[in-house]
Protein backbone atom coordinates (compact mmCIF):
# COMPACT_ATOMS: atom_id res chain seq x y z
CA UNK A 1 0.00 0.00 0.00
CA UNK A 2 0.99 3.34 -0.51
CA UNK A 3 2.41 5.72 1.91
CA UNK A 4 0.64 8.98 1.83
CA UNK A 5 3.01 11.96 3.10
CA UNK A 6 2.23 14.62 5.63
CA UNK A 7 2.34 18.19 4.03
CA UNK A 8 2.41 21.83 5.11
CA UNK A 9 -1.00 24.29 3.66
CA UNK A 10 -1.25 27.02 2.88
CA UNK A 11 -4.77 27.84 1.90
CA UNK A 12 -5.81 31.77 0.11
CA UNK A 13 -9.55 32.13 0.74
CA UNK A 14 -11.18 34.68 2.91
CA UNK A 15 -14.53 34.71 4.60
CA UNK A 16 -17.00 35.87 2.19
CA UNK A 17 -15.21 35.08 -0.99
CA UNK A 18 -16.97 33.55 -3.56
CA UNK A 19 -15.01 30.25 -4.43
CA UNK A 20 -16.40 26.64 -5.74
CA UNK A 21 -15.15 23.47 -3.95
CA UNK A 22 -13.73 21.89 -7.32
CA UNK A 23 -10.93 25.34 -7.68
CA UNK A 24 -10.20 24.08 -4.30
CA UNK A 25 -9.35 20.88 -5.67
CA UNK A 26 -7.54 21.77 -8.50
CA UNK A 27 -4.86 23.75 -6.54
CA UNK A 28 -4.84 20.80 -3.85
CA UNK A 29 -4.25 18.44 -6.33
CA UNK A 30 -1.86 20.23 -8.24
CA UNK A 31 0.28 21.38 -4.79
CA UNK A 32 0.13 17.58 -4.19
CA UNK A 33 1.34 16.49 -7.26
CA UNK A 34 4.47 18.42 -6.82
CA UNK A 35 5.47 17.34 -3.59
CA UNK A 36 4.56 13.43 -3.42
CA UNK A 37 5.33 11.68 -6.41
CA UNK A 38 2.96 8.75 -5.56
CA UNK A 39 0.05 10.87 -6.66
CA UNK A 40 -1.59 10.26 -9.91
CA UNK A 41 -4.64 11.77 -11.34
CA UNK A 42 -7.72 10.25 -13.93
CA UNK A 43 -10.12 11.71 -15.50
CA UNK A 44 -12.56 10.83 -17.64
CA UNK A 45 -12.46 13.71 -20.37
CA UNK A 46 -13.79 16.62 -17.93
CA UNK A 47 -9.96 18.19 -16.51
CA UNK A 48 -10.81 21.48 -17.68
CA UNK A 49 -14.48 21.10 -15.44
CA UNK A 50 -13.32 19.06 -12.49
CA UNK A 51 -10.01 21.59 -12.71
CA UNK A 52 -7.66 18.36 -12.50
CA UNK A 53 -5.95 20.21 -15.16
CA UNK A 54 -4.20 21.88 -13.09
CA UNK A 55 -2.54 18.84 -12.12
CA UNK A 56 -2.35 17.52 -15.75
CA UNK A 57 -0.64 20.39 -16.59
CA UNK A 58 2.25 20.33 -14.20
CA UNK A 59 3.02 16.55 -14.07
CA UNK A 60 1.14 14.89 -17.48
CA UNK A 61 3.31 11.85 -16.78
CA UNK A 62 1.35 10.90 -13.59
CA UNK A 63 -2.16 12.17 -15.33
CA UNK A 64 -4.13 9.41 -17.11
CA UNK A 65 -7.07 11.00 -19.27
CA UNK A 66 -9.42 7.87 -19.62
CA UNK A 67 -11.66 9.00 -22.01
CA UNK A 68 -15.59 9.02 -21.35
CA UNK A 69 -15.17 5.28 -19.64
CA UNK A 70 -15.97 5.72 -16.09
CA UNK A 71 -15.90 2.23 -14.93
CA UNK A 72 -12.70 1.49 -16.44
CA UNK A 73 -11.23 5.02 -14.98
CA UNK A 74 -12.16 3.37 -11.11
CA UNK A 75 -10.81 -0.04 -12.21
CA UNK A 76 -7.77 1.46 -13.23
CA UNK A 77 -7.23 3.46 -10.37
CA UNK A 78 -7.77 0.70 -7.89
CA UNK A 79 -5.15 -1.65 -9.73
CA UNK A 80 -2.69 2.17 -9.43
CA UNK A 81 -3.33 2.10 -5.99
CA UNK A 82 -3.10 -1.87 -6.15
CA UNK A 83 0.52 -1.15 -7.04
CA UNK A 84 1.77 1.46 -4.59
CA UNK A 85 0.43 5.06 -6.16
CA UNK A 86 -2.76 7.69 -4.71
CA UNK A 87 -4.73 7.61 -6.94
CA UNK A 88 -7.49 10.77 -7.23
CA UNK A 89 -10.25 9.99 -9.71
CA UNK A 90 -12.37 12.24 -10.83
CA UNK A 91 -15.36 13.05 -12.92
CA UNK A 92 -19.08 14.69 -12.63
CA UNK A 93 -19.86 13.46 -9.04
CA UNK A 94 -23.41 12.00 -11.22
CA UNK A 95 -21.13 9.49 -13.16
CA UNK A 96 -18.10 8.88 -10.79
CA UNK A 97 -20.30 7.51 -8.52
CA UNK A 98 -23.41 6.59 -10.20
CA UNK A 99 -22.08 5.06 -13.68
CA UNK A 100 -19.32 3.41 -11.89
CA UNK A 101 -20.87 2.08 -8.74
CA UNK A 102 -20.05 -1.32 -8.76
CA UNK A 103 -16.57 -0.69 -9.64
CA UNK A 104 -16.06 1.50 -6.67
CA UNK A 105 -17.56 -1.04 -4.93
CA UNK A 106 -16.07 -4.14 -5.61
CA UNK A 107 -12.84 -3.04 -7.37
CA UNK A 108 -11.79 -0.20 -4.85
CA UNK A 109 -13.73 -0.75 -1.74
CA UNK A 110 -13.65 -4.62 -1.00
CA UNK A 111 -10.27 -4.96 -2.11
CA UNK A 112 -9.81 -2.20 0.48
CA UNK A 113 -7.58 0.01 -1.76
CA UNK A 114 -6.55 3.53 -1.45
CA UNK A 115 -8.07 5.31 -4.39
CA UNK A 116 -9.90 8.82 -3.93
CA UNK A 117 -13.23 9.44 -5.77
CA UNK A 118 -13.11 12.94 -5.81
CA UNK A 119 -16.46 13.96 -7.76
CA UNK A 120 -17.04 17.72 -8.81
CA UNK A 121 -21.03 19.17 -10.16
CA UNK A 122 -22.58 17.24 -7.83
CA UNK A 123 -26.11 18.33 -6.21
CA UNK A 124 -29.06 20.72 -7.91
CA UNK A 125 -26.22 23.60 -8.30
CA UNK A 126 -24.68 22.24 -11.09
CA UNK A 127 -27.45 24.45 -12.40
CA UNK A 128 -27.95 24.66 -16.03
CA UNK A 129 -27.47 21.36 -17.21
CA UNK A 130 -30.27 19.66 -15.66
CA UNK A 131 -31.60 16.80 -13.82
CA UNK A 132 -29.44 14.37 -15.89
CA UNK A 133 -26.62 15.85 -13.93
CA UNK A 134 -27.60 16.57 -11.22
CA UNK A 135 -27.12 13.98 -8.95
CA UNK A 136 -28.85 13.90 -5.22
CA UNK A 137 -28.20 10.93 -4.74
CA UNK A 138 -24.58 10.04 -4.31
CA UNK A 139 -23.94 10.42 -0.53
CA UNK A 140 -26.31 7.97 0.03
CA UNK A 141 -24.80 5.20 -2.55
CA UNK A 142 -21.45 5.62 -1.19
CA UNK A 143 -22.40 5.98 2.32
CA UNK A 144 -23.68 2.28 1.99
CA UNK A 145 -20.37 0.73 1.13
CA UNK A 146 -18.63 -0.48 3.72
CA UNK A 147 -15.21 0.71 4.10
CA UNK A 148 -16.25 4.20 2.58
CA UNK A 149 -15.16 7.47 4.03
CA UNK A 150 -17.58 10.40 2.69
CA UNK A 151 -16.67 13.91 2.50
CA UNK A 152 -18.72 16.99 1.47
CA UNK A 153 -17.09 20.22 1.65
CA UNK A 154 -18.77 23.00 2.81
CA UNK A 155 -16.59 25.67 0.93
CA UNK A 156 -13.43 26.13 -0.40
CA UNK A 157 -10.99 26.44 2.77
CA UNK A 158 -12.35 23.08 3.39
CA UNK A 159 -11.96 21.30 0.64
CA UNK A 160 -8.67 22.37 0.07
CA UNK A 161 -7.33 20.69 3.89
CA UNK A 162 -9.74 17.64 3.11
CA UNK A 163 -7.84 17.09 0.08
CA UNK A 164 -4.54 17.08 1.90
CA UNK A 165 -6.26 14.92 4.52
CA UNK A 166 -7.89 12.41 2.25
CA UNK A 167 -4.19 12.05 0.92
CA UNK A 168 -2.74 11.26 4.16
CA UNK A 169 -5.75 8.91 4.92
CA UNK A 170 -5.12 5.13 3.88
CA UNK A 171 -7.94 3.70 2.59
CA UNK A 172 -10.92 4.79 -0.10
CA UNK A 173 -12.71 8.22 -0.06
CA UNK A 174 -15.23 9.82 -1.42
CA UNK A 175 -15.26 13.73 -1.88
CA UNK A 176 -18.45 15.16 -3.34
CA UNK A 177 -17.68 18.58 -5.00
CA UNK A 178 -19.24 21.69 -6.18
CA UNK A 179 -19.36 23.23 -9.85
CA UNK A 180 -20.95 26.55 -8.63
CA UNK A 181 -19.09 29.69 -6.56
CA UNK A 182 -20.60 29.69 -3.09
CA UNK A 183 -19.19 31.70 0.03
CA UNK A 184 -16.38 31.07 1.91
CA UNK A 185 -17.10 30.39 5.62
CA UNK A 186 -14.16 28.89 7.00
CA UNK A 187 -10.97 31.41 7.61
CA UNK A 188 -7.33 30.25 7.28
CA UNK A 189 -7.24 28.94 10.64
CA UNK A 190 -9.83 26.33 10.55
CA UNK A 191 -8.43 22.68 10.71
CA UNK A 192 -10.66 19.84 9.13
CA UNK A 193 -10.18 16.23 10.15
CA UNK A 194 -12.20 13.54 8.94
CA UNK A 195 -14.80 12.27 11.14
CA UNK A 196 -15.07 15.67 13.25
CA UNK A 197 -18.45 17.60 13.13
CA UNK A 198 -17.60 21.81 13.12
CA UNK A 199 -19.81 23.90 15.80
CA UNK A 200 -19.42 27.44 14.01
CA UNK A 201 -21.96 29.00 16.00
CA UNK A 202 -23.27 27.77 19.76
CA UNK A 203 -26.78 28.40 20.78
CA UNK A 204 -29.25 26.40 22.86
CA UNK A 205 -32.96 27.07 20.83
CA UNK A 206 -32.59 24.43 18.09
CA UNK A 207 -29.57 23.35 16.05
CA UNK A 208 -29.12 23.31 12.00
CA UNK A 209 -26.55 20.55 11.00
CA UNK A 210 -25.38 21.20 7.46
CA UNK A 211 -23.21 20.23 4.98
CA UNK A 212 -22.10 21.47 1.76
CA UNK A 213 -23.12 24.90 0.44
CA UNK A 214 -26.08 24.57 2.86
CA UNK A 215 -23.67 25.56 5.62
CA UNK A 216 -23.28 29.13 4.27
CA UNK A 217 -27.51 29.34 3.91
CA UNK A 218 -27.54 27.38 7.69
CA UNK A 219 -25.17 30.41 8.96
CA UNK A 220 -27.33 33.31 7.00
CA UNK A 221 -30.57 31.56 8.66
CA UNK A 222 -29.11 31.86 11.96
CA UNK A 223 -28.41 35.41 11.95
CA UNK A 224 -31.95 36.28 10.91
CA UNK A 225 -33.05 34.13 13.75
CA UNK A 226 -30.62 35.89 16.19
CA UNK A 227 -32.82 38.80 15.28
CA UNK A 228 -35.80 37.23 16.35
CA UNK A 229 -33.80 36.16 19.57
CA UNK A 230 -33.59 32.85 18.77
CA UNK A 231 -29.96 31.21 19.43
CA UNK A 232 -29.53 28.92 16.62
CA UNK A 233 -26.74 26.38 16.96
CA UNK A 234 -25.29 25.97 13.33
CA UNK A 235 -23.09 22.77 12.96
CA UNK A 236 -20.63 21.72 9.60
CA UNK A 237 -20.91 18.11 9.21
CA UNK A 238 -18.41 17.60 6.30
CA UNK A 239 -17.57 14.12 7.03
CA UNK A 240 -20.60 12.11 6.50
CA UNK A 241 -19.40 8.51 7.15
CA UNK A 242 -17.60 8.11 9.65
CA UNK A 243 -20.39 9.87 11.08
CA UNK A 244 -19.64 12.29 14.31
CA UNK A 245 -22.37 10.93 16.51
CA UNK A 246 -21.33 12.49 19.89
CA UNK A 247 -21.41 15.84 18.31
CA UNK A 248 -25.23 14.67 17.27
CA UNK A 249 -25.89 13.52 20.86
CA UNK A 250 -24.49 16.39 22.39
CA UNK A 251 -26.35 19.02 20.18
CA UNK A 252 -29.83 17.35 20.41
CA UNK A 253 -29.40 16.91 24.04
CA UNK A 254 -29.32 20.72 24.38
CA UNK A 255 -31.85 21.99 22.22
CA UNK A 256 -33.75 18.83 21.69
CA UNK A 257 -34.34 20.50 18.26
CA UNK A 258 -32.78 19.32 14.94
CA UNK A 259 -32.55 20.41 11.79
CA UNK A 260 -30.54 18.61 8.66
CA UNK A 261 -30.10 20.95 5.22
CA UNK A 262 -28.09 19.31 2.19
CA UNK A 263 -27.84 19.46 -1.47
CA UNK A 264 -29.39 16.20 -1.68
CA UNK A 265 -32.43 13.96 -1.62
CA UNK A 266 -33.73 13.70 2.03
CA UNK A 267 -33.96 9.98 1.22
CA UNK A 268 -30.17 8.34 2.50
CA UNK A 269 -28.27 11.41 2.98
CA UNK A 270 -26.94 13.29 5.75
CA UNK A 271 -30.46 13.95 7.16
CA UNK A 272 -30.66 10.33 8.02
CA UNK A 273 -27.47 9.73 8.95
CA UNK A 274 -28.80 11.81 11.38
CA UNK A 275 -31.83 10.58 12.19
CA UNK A 276 -30.33 6.80 12.73
CA UNK A 277 -28.31 8.15 15.56
CA UNK A 278 -31.13 10.11 17.24
CA UNK A 279 -33.58 7.48 16.86
CA UNK A 280 -30.76 5.10 18.84
CA UNK A 281 -28.86 6.91 20.90
CA UNK A 282 -30.65 10.47 22.15
CA UNK A 283 -34.05 10.77 24.11
CA UNK A 284 -37.13 10.36 21.75
CA UNK A 285 -38.46 13.54 22.66
CA UNK A 286 -35.88 14.94 19.88
CA UNK A 287 -37.70 16.97 17.75
CA UNK A 288 -36.50 16.58 13.77
CA UNK A 289 -36.84 17.60 10.65
CA UNK A 290 -34.93 16.57 7.92
CA UNK A 291 -34.26 19.79 4.98
CA UNK A 292 -33.50 18.28 1.09
CA UNK A 293 -34.59 17.56 -2.19
CA UNK A 294 -37.79 16.24 -1.55
CA UNK A 295 -37.21 13.34 -3.74
CA UNK A 296 -37.53 14.77 -6.93
CA UNK A 297 -35.11 15.38 -9.76
CA UNK A 298 -34.32 18.99 -10.45
CA UNK A 299 -34.51 20.89 -13.30
CA UNK A 300 -32.30 23.89 -15.62
CA UNK A 301 -31.62 27.13 -13.98
CA UNK A 302 -29.31 28.84 -11.89
CA UNK A 303 -27.42 26.88 -9.39
CA UNK A 304 -28.72 28.85 -6.08
CA UNK A 305 -31.79 30.32 -7.74
CA UNK A 306 -32.29 26.36 -7.77
CA UNK A 307 -31.42 25.90 -3.98
CA UNK A 308 -34.50 27.82 -3.63
CA UNK A 309 -37.11 26.78 -5.80
CA UNK A 310 -36.33 23.24 -4.06
CA UNK A 311 -37.34 24.41 -0.81
CA UNK A 312 -33.43 25.27 0.54
CA UNK A 313 -33.64 28.92 0.58
CA UNK A 314 -32.66 30.78 3.84
CA UNK A 315 -36.34 31.36 4.19
CA UNK A 316 -37.34 27.88 4.24
CA UNK A 317 -34.91 27.36 6.69
CA UNK A 318 -36.00 30.38 9.07
CA UNK A 319 -39.51 29.05 8.57
CA UNK A 320 -38.85 25.04 9.47
CA UNK A 321 -36.97 26.61 12.58
CA UNK A 322 -39.97 28.58 13.67
CA UNK A 323 -42.19 25.93 12.87
CA UNK A 324 -40.04 23.31 15.28
CA UNK A 325 -39.64 25.82 17.89
CA UNK A 326 -43.44 26.25 17.88
CA UNK A 327 -44.20 22.34 17.85
CA UNK A 328 -42.35 22.20 21.21
CA UNK A 329 -44.21 24.85 22.83
CA UNK A 330 -47.79 22.84 21.49
CA UNK A 331 -46.21 20.08 23.42
CA UNK A 332 -45.23 21.32 26.49
CA UNK B 1 14.75 -26.80 -21.42
CA UNK B 2 11.10 -26.29 -20.01
CA UNK B 3 9.83 -29.61 -18.57
CA UNK B 4 6.78 -29.90 -20.16
CA UNK B 5 5.69 -33.01 -18.40
CA UNK B 6 6.40 -31.62 -15.02
CA UNK B 7 4.04 -28.25 -15.41
CA UNK B 8 1.64 -30.86 -17.09
CA UNK B 9 1.58 -32.61 -13.46
CA UNK B 10 1.25 -29.86 -11.69
CA UNK B 11 -1.67 -28.98 -14.14
CA UNK B 12 -3.43 -32.29 -12.91
CA UNK B 13 -2.57 -31.83 -9.38
CA UNK B 14 -4.26 -28.42 -9.49
CA UNK B 15 -7.77 -29.92 -11.35
CA UNK B 16 -7.57 -32.70 -8.55
CA UNK B 17 -7.65 -30.44 -6.07
CA UNK B 18 -10.29 -28.12 -7.10
CA UNK B 19 -12.40 -31.03 -7.85
CA UNK B 20 -11.59 -31.76 -3.64
CA UNK B 21 -12.58 -28.65 -2.77
CA UNK B 22 -15.69 -28.14 -4.94
CA UNK B 23 -16.65 -31.58 -3.61
CA UNK B 24 -15.84 -30.81 -0.06
CA UNK B 25 -17.83 -27.13 -0.29
CA UNK B 26 -20.79 -28.94 -2.02
CA UNK B 27 -20.71 -25.77 -4.33
CA UNK B 28 -18.46 -24.01 -6.58
CA UNK B 29 -17.44 -23.69 -10.41
CA UNK B 30 -15.46 -26.63 -11.81
CA UNK B 31 -15.98 -25.98 -14.98
CA UNK B 32 -13.83 -22.82 -15.56
CA UNK B 33 -11.40 -24.04 -13.00
CA UNK B 34 -10.28 -27.28 -15.55
CA UNK B 35 -10.19 -24.89 -18.23
CA UNK B 36 -7.79 -22.80 -17.05
CA UNK B 37 -5.47 -24.90 -14.95
CA UNK B 38 -3.23 -25.55 -17.96
CA UNK B 39 -2.65 -21.76 -18.18
CA UNK B 40 -2.13 -21.07 -14.35
CA UNK B 41 0.47 -24.07 -13.98
CA UNK B 42 2.72 -22.95 -17.11
CA UNK B 43 2.84 -18.95 -15.54
CA UNK B 44 3.55 -20.24 -11.95
CA UNK B 45 5.45 -23.54 -12.84
CA UNK B 46 7.21 -22.39 -16.68
CA UNK B 47 9.10 -19.25 -15.15
CA UNK B 48 7.17 -16.88 -16.34
CA UNK B 49 5.81 -15.75 -13.77
CA UNK B 50 8.12 -14.22 -10.64
CA UNK B 51 6.85 -14.43 -7.32
CA UNK B 52 7.96 -15.13 -3.82
CA UNK B 53 5.59 -17.32 -1.39
CA UNK B 54 8.03 -16.00 1.40
CA UNK B 55 7.36 -12.41 0.75
CA UNK B 56 4.03 -12.11 -1.13
CA UNK B 57 4.68 -8.81 -1.70
CA UNK B 58 7.92 -8.86 -3.10
CA UNK B 59 8.56 -5.63 -4.97
CA UNK B 60 10.11 -7.91 -7.49
CA UNK B 61 7.88 -10.16 -8.59
CA UNK B 62 5.02 -9.86 -11.34
CA UNK B 63 1.91 -9.79 -10.93
CA UNK B 64 -1.31 -11.96 -12.18
CA UNK B 65 -5.02 -10.53 -11.96
CA UNK B 66 -7.45 -13.39 -12.16
CA UNK B 67 -10.60 -11.56 -13.22
CA UNK B 68 -12.97 -14.84 -13.51
CA UNK B 69 -13.13 -15.35 -9.87
CA UNK B 70 -15.47 -17.59 -9.70
CA UNK B 71 -12.57 -20.09 -10.68
CA UNK B 72 -11.33 -19.36 -7.51
CA UNK B 73 -10.13 -23.32 -6.80
CA UNK B 74 -8.06 -23.42 -9.52
CA UNK B 75 -5.89 -20.26 -8.32
CA UNK B 76 -6.22 -21.30 -4.86
CA UNK B 77 -4.36 -24.58 -5.44
CA UNK B 78 -2.24 -23.19 -7.80
CA UNK B 79 -0.86 -20.53 -5.03
CA UNK B 80 -0.77 -23.60 -2.39
CA UNK B 81 1.57 -25.87 -4.68
CA UNK B 82 3.52 -22.91 -5.36
CA UNK B 83 4.27 -22.84 -1.40
CA UNK B 84 1.88 -19.73 -0.33
CA UNK B 85 0.51 -21.74 2.33
CA UNK B 86 -0.23 -25.67 2.53
CA UNK B 87 -2.78 -26.77 0.02
CA UNK B 88 -4.46 -28.84 2.08
CA UNK B 89 -6.10 -25.86 3.72
CA UNK B 90 -8.00 -25.35 0.83
CA UNK B 91 -10.63 -28.00 1.53
CA UNK B 92 -12.31 -25.21 3.90
CA UNK B 93 -12.92 -23.88 0.50
CA UNK B 94 -16.41 -21.58 1.14
CA UNK B 95 -16.71 -22.31 4.65
CA UNK B 96 -17.79 -19.62 7.34
CA UNK B 97 -14.35 -18.08 8.07
CA UNK B 98 -12.44 -19.76 5.84
CA UNK B 99 -9.31 -17.59 4.14
CA UNK B 100 -10.55 -19.38 1.03
CA UNK B 101 -13.91 -17.13 -0.14
CA UNK B 102 -15.85 -18.70 -3.15
CA UNK B 103 -14.56 -15.91 -5.12
CA UNK B 104 -10.83 -14.51 -4.64
CA UNK B 105 -10.04 -12.50 -1.81
CA UNK B 106 -6.57 -10.88 -2.03
CA UNK B 107 -7.79 -9.62 1.55
CA UNK B 108 -7.36 -13.09 3.29
CA UNK B 109 -5.22 -15.22 0.27
CA UNK B 110 -1.61 -14.43 0.09
CA UNK B 111 -0.68 -14.93 -3.35
CA UNK B 112 -4.02 -13.27 -4.81
CA UNK B 113 -3.26 -10.00 -5.96
CA UNK B 114 -7.15 -8.98 -6.40
CA UNK B 115 -10.19 -9.71 -5.08
CA UNK B 116 -12.76 -10.60 -8.06
CA UNK B 117 -15.78 -12.24 -8.72
CA UNK B 118 -17.60 -9.41 -10.27
CA UNK B 119 -16.68 -10.11 -13.98
CA UNK B 120 -15.57 -7.04 -15.91
CA UNK B 121 -13.19 -5.43 -13.28
CA UNK B 122 -10.05 -7.61 -13.81
CA UNK B 123 -8.75 -5.98 -17.04
CA UNK B 124 -8.51 -2.39 -16.02
CA UNK B 125 -7.28 -3.30 -12.24
CA UNK B 126 -4.30 -4.70 -15.12
CA UNK B 127 -4.75 -1.82 -16.95
CA UNK B 128 -3.66 0.12 -13.58
CA UNK B 129 -0.98 -2.26 -12.08
CA UNK B 130 0.57 -1.87 -15.87
CA UNK B 131 0.54 1.65 -15.86
CA UNK B 132 2.10 2.03 -12.13
CA UNK B 133 5.27 -0.58 -13.50
CA UNK B 134 5.44 2.27 -16.36
CA UNK B 135 5.55 4.95 -13.88
CA UNK B 136 8.02 3.52 -11.66
CA UNK B 137 10.49 1.90 -14.63
CA UNK B 138 9.83 -1.37 -13.28
CA UNK B 139 10.17 -4.74 -15.42
CA UNK B 140 7.34 -6.03 -13.86
CA UNK B 141 5.21 -8.58 -16.16
CA UNK B 142 1.35 -8.03 -15.65
CA UNK B 143 -0.94 -11.34 -16.61
CA UNK B 144 -4.33 -11.32 -16.46
CA UNK B 145 -7.33 -14.54 -16.91
CA UNK B 146 -10.12 -13.34 -18.32
CA UNK B 147 -13.09 -15.47 -19.23
CA UNK B 148 -14.91 -15.52 -22.45
CA UNK B 149 -18.31 -14.81 -21.19
CA UNK B 150 -17.36 -11.99 -19.08
CA UNK B 151 -16.45 -9.89 -22.47
CA UNK B 152 -19.93 -9.40 -22.92
CA UNK B 153 -19.21 -7.00 -19.69
CA UNK B 154 -18.84 -3.53 -22.01
CA UNK B 155 -16.39 -2.41 -19.28
CA UNK B 156 -13.72 -5.05 -20.49
CA UNK B 157 -13.64 -3.14 -24.13
CA UNK B 158 -12.97 0.47 -22.05
CA UNK B 159 -9.95 -1.57 -20.56
CA UNK B 160 -8.89 -3.11 -23.58
CA UNK B 161 -8.90 0.40 -25.44
CA UNK B 162 -6.93 2.14 -23.08
CA UNK B 163 -4.30 -0.84 -22.51
CA UNK B 164 -3.45 -0.48 -26.29
CA UNK B 165 -3.80 3.80 -25.92
CA UNK B 166 -1.37 3.58 -23.26
CA UNK B 167 0.92 1.41 -25.00
CA UNK B 168 1.23 -0.97 -22.11
CA UNK B 169 3.73 -3.67 -23.51
CA UNK B 170 3.87 -4.94 -20.00
CA UNK B 171 0.62 -6.36 -19.84
CA UNK B 172 -0.26 -9.85 -21.46
CA UNK B 173 -3.83 -10.78 -20.97
CA UNK B 174 -5.82 -14.69 -21.77
CA UNK B 175 -8.68 -15.36 -22.07
CA UNK B 176 -10.13 -18.38 -21.68
CA UNK B 177 -12.48 -19.34 -24.73
CA UNK B 178 -13.99 -22.24 -23.43
CA UNK B 179 -17.09 -20.77 -25.48
CA UNK B 180 -19.60 -21.98 -22.47
CA UNK B 181 -20.97 -19.50 -20.09
CA UNK B 182 -23.46 -20.10 -17.06
CA UNK B 183 -26.55 -20.41 -19.72
CA UNK B 184 -25.43 -22.05 -22.29
CA UNK B 185 -22.75 -22.26 -25.62
CA UNK B 186 -21.38 -18.37 -25.37
CA UNK B 187 -22.40 -18.03 -29.32
CA UNK B 188 -25.87 -18.64 -28.41
CA UNK B 189 -25.94 -16.32 -25.34
CA UNK B 190 -24.46 -13.47 -26.91
CA UNK B 191 -22.15 -13.98 -29.37
CA UNK B 192 -18.07 -12.96 -28.96
CA UNK B 193 -16.70 -14.02 -32.06
CA UNK B 194 -14.51 -12.65 -34.11
CA UNK B 195 -12.40 -12.44 -30.83
CA UNK B 196 -8.94 -12.63 -32.20
CA UNK B 197 -10.67 -9.53 -34.89
CA UNK B 198 -11.84 -7.26 -32.05
CA UNK B 199 -8.85 -7.37 -30.31
CA UNK B 200 -6.65 -6.79 -32.97
CA UNK B 201 -8.96 -3.82 -34.07
CA UNK B 202 -8.13 -2.39 -30.86
CA UNK B 203 -5.06 -2.42 -31.55
CA UNK B 204 -3.45 -5.31 -28.75
CA UNK B 205 -1.23 -8.42 -30.20
CA UNK B 206 -3.13 -11.30 -30.59
CA UNK B 207 -1.74 -15.12 -30.17
CA UNK B 208 -4.37 -17.86 -30.47
CA UNK B 209 -3.33 -21.18 -28.85
CA UNK B 210 -4.49 -24.47 -27.92
CA UNK B 211 -5.14 -23.61 -23.78
CA UNK B 212 -4.40 -27.23 -23.62
CA UNK B 213 -1.08 -27.54 -25.29
CA UNK B 214 1.46 -26.83 -22.44
CA UNK B 215 4.22 -26.08 -25.16
CA UNK B 216 1.77 -23.73 -26.82
CA UNK B 217 1.33 -21.50 -23.84
CA UNK B 218 4.66 -21.62 -22.89
CA UNK B 219 5.78 -20.75 -26.51
CA UNK B 220 3.20 -17.90 -26.62
CA UNK B 221 4.12 -16.51 -23.07
CA UNK B 222 7.98 -16.41 -24.78
CA UNK B 223 6.59 -14.91 -27.65
CA UNK B 224 4.41 -12.50 -25.42
CA UNK B 225 7.85 -11.72 -23.86
CA UNK B 226 9.26 -10.38 -27.11
CA UNK B 227 6.07 -8.45 -28.77
CA UNK B 228 6.84 -6.43 -25.30
CA UNK B 229 9.21 -4.79 -26.88
CA UNK B 230 7.04 -3.29 -28.69
CA UNK B 231 4.35 -0.57 -27.51
CA UNK B 232 1.27 -3.16 -28.04
CA UNK B 233 -0.56 -4.57 -24.60
CA UNK B 234 -0.30 -8.92 -25.58
CA UNK B 235 -3.74 -10.87 -25.88
CA UNK B 236 -3.50 -14.87 -25.88
CA UNK B 237 -6.72 -16.15 -26.75
CA UNK B 238 -6.55 -19.66 -25.30
CA UNK B 239 -8.78 -22.35 -26.75
CA UNK B 240 -10.17 -24.69 -23.67
CA UNK B 241 -12.61 -27.19 -23.18
CA UNK B 242 -14.70 -26.55 -19.83
CA UNK B 243 -14.40 -29.24 -17.94
CA UNK B 244 -11.20 -30.26 -19.60
CA UNK B 245 -9.34 -33.49 -18.38
CA UNK B 246 -13.22 -35.01 -16.72
CA UNK B 247 -14.92 -36.55 -19.66
CA UNK B 248 -18.12 -36.35 -18.82
CA UNK B 249 -17.86 -32.62 -17.60
CA UNK B 250 -16.06 -31.50 -20.68
CA UNK B 251 -17.91 -29.19 -22.78
CA UNK B 252 -21.16 -29.60 -20.32
CA UNK B 253 -23.16 -26.51 -19.67
CA UNK B 254 -24.12 -28.41 -16.99
CA UNK B 255 -20.91 -28.30 -14.88
CA UNK B 256 -20.18 -24.78 -14.58
CA UNK B 257 -21.45 -24.63 -11.25
CA UNK B 258 -22.56 -27.42 -10.32
CA UNK B 259 -20.45 -29.29 -6.84
CA UNK B 260 -19.48 -33.31 -7.93
CA UNK B 261 -21.19 -35.59 -6.06
CA UNK B 262 -19.35 -38.57 -3.84
CA UNK B 263 -19.04 -41.20 -7.14
CA UNK B 264 -18.73 -37.85 -9.45
CA UNK B 265 -15.51 -37.19 -7.76
CA UNK B 266 -14.29 -40.67 -7.33
CA UNK B 267 -14.80 -41.15 -11.22
CA UNK B 268 -13.03 -37.99 -11.89
CA UNK B 269 -9.94 -38.38 -9.63
CA UNK B 270 -9.80 -41.68 -11.41
CA UNK B 271 -9.64 -40.30 -15.11
CA UNK B 272 -7.39 -37.57 -13.90
CA UNK B 273 -4.77 -39.78 -11.92
CA UNK B 274 -4.32 -41.67 -15.42
Known sequence: MGQAVKIDMDSTWQIGDMAATREAYGKALKELGDKNSQVVVLDADLSGSTQTKHFAKAHPDRFFNMGIAEMNMIGTAAGLARAGKIPFASSFAMFATGRAWEFVRNSVAHN??????????????????????????????????????????????????????????????????????????????????????????EGNDVTLIACGVMVSRALDAAKELAEQGIKAEVINMATIKPLDNQAIVKTATKTGKVITLEEHNIIGGLGDAVASVLSEEVDSKVRFKRMGVEDKFGQSGKGMELLDHYGLGVADIVREALTILRSGEATT | MTDYKEIAAKASEIRINSLKMIHAAASGHPGGSLSISDILATLYFGGHLRHNPQDPEDPSRDILVQSKGHASPALYSCLGLAGFYPIED????????????????????????????????????????AIAAKLDKSDRKVFAILSDGELQEGSNWEATMSAAHFKLSNLVAFVDRNRIQLDGWTEETMGLDPLADKFKAFNWEVLEIDGHNIEEIDQALNKAQGLGSGDKPVMILANTVKGKG???????????????????LNKALEELAK
Not at chain 1, 166 to 173: K, L, M, S, T
Not at chain 1, 177 to 197: H, M, N, Q, S, W
Not at chain 2, 247 to 263: C, I, N, R, Y
Request: aromatic share 8%.
Open chain 2, 90 to 129: TITFRELGSKFQGHIDRTKVPGVEISTGSLGHGLSNAVGI
Open chain 1, 112 to 201: YLNVKVCATHAGLTVGEDGASHQIIEDIAIMRVIPEMTVIVPADATEAYQAIYAVAEHDGPVYVRLGRAKVPTVFAEDYKFEIGKAATLV
Open chain 2, 246 to 264: VSFMEDEVAWHGVAPKDED
